[in-house]
């Protein structure tokens, strides 16, 4: 019993995968928080002759819980009061929605002061350049989020920006964001931007003639959009609940409301 006793460890109960006592701590415990969140959800846009269309599903998650069935990722920018009237821009945001808000007021600030202090509108190129200017800004400490511009250009066709995180932009004729952008992108590039399509009989092999994307119809635009949030609602647990679609034309925006599945 003494042999036993005088091999015991000195300090506290042993441990099965060791005989001898802890020597040393595993370090200073530390405390930290992560700013950021991933709310869910996806927008996307299209850009046609005379018009542009934004749409964004309204639910908002927080890992496999519903935080709230009608957050709205679309942003009317450029109105003249909180309602929105008057307004000729749409930002659509998805990511952390609070980094979304921020920036769609900060966006909105900017627009409005710009026409105070020059007497005019500020252009949809004008206002895409700007808010690349904010996001890079930011690029230490960045707005989690995905942004999406949308308007009528000088030449009254529609205009389309898409952005990352950090500022990089680039004018496009469609594009889609967040949760279910992997299932509702090549639907884009198949009807849209008719990517890996060519001219029937144009030839054989190398010598095929690729089909060049025109301007969509507004109703086709339309049914499309309801088409890919329909089935991306089936296939993702962090989109539904209800599709926003906001459609620009140079005579203002017009807004719509469709319901989407709700489990």
């Known amino acids: 019993m003494n042999a036993l ?49 934004i749409a964004g599903d309204t639910r908002s998650t927080s890992g496999y819980s519903i935080q709230s069935r009608y957050a709205p990722k679309l942003f009317k920018i450029g109105g003249a009061d909180d309602t929105g009237e008057g307004a000729y821009l749409v930002l659509a945001v998805v990511g952390f929605s609070a980094d979304g808000r921020a920036l769609a007021e900060r966006l909105d600030a900017v627009v409005k002061m710009y026409k105070f202090q020059h007497g005019k509108k500020m252009t949809v ?33 529609g205009a389309l920006y898409s952005y990352d995180a950090v500022g990089s932009y680039e004018r496009e004729q469609s594009r889609s964001a967040g949760a279910a952008s992997s299932l509702i992108t090549p639907l884009l590039d198949n009807q849209v931007n008719l990517k890996n399509q060519y001219v029937p009989g144009s030839g054989e092999g190398h010598n095929l003639v690729e089909q060049t994307a025109k301007p969509l119809p507004r109703d ?44």
Do not use: W
Request: glycine fraction near 12%; hydrophobic fraction near 30%.
């Open 5 to 53: 006793l005088e091999n015991a460890p000195s300090t506290g109960p042993g441990y099965s995968f060791s005989s001898a006592a802890p020597t040393s701590t595993s370090g200073p415990r530390t405390h930290a928080f992560s700013p950021y969140a991933d709310n869910g959800g996806s927008t996307l846009g299209i850009a046609g002759s005379d018009y542009t269309i």
């Open 125 to 157: 190129n004008a206002c895409a350049q700007r808010l690349s200017t904010i996001l890079y800004t930011k690029r230490f400490f960045p707005y989690y989020t995905y942004a999406i511009l949308g308007g009528i250009d000088e030449e009254g066709k």
């Open 220 to 263: 086709h635009v339309m049914q499309l959009v309801m088409d890919a949030f329909s089935g991306a609602t089936e296939r993702h647990i962090e989109v539904g609940d209800g599709l926003q679609v906001l459609v620009i034309t140079k005579d203002g925006i017009e807004e719509k409301y469709h319901p989407l599945k709700r489990d």
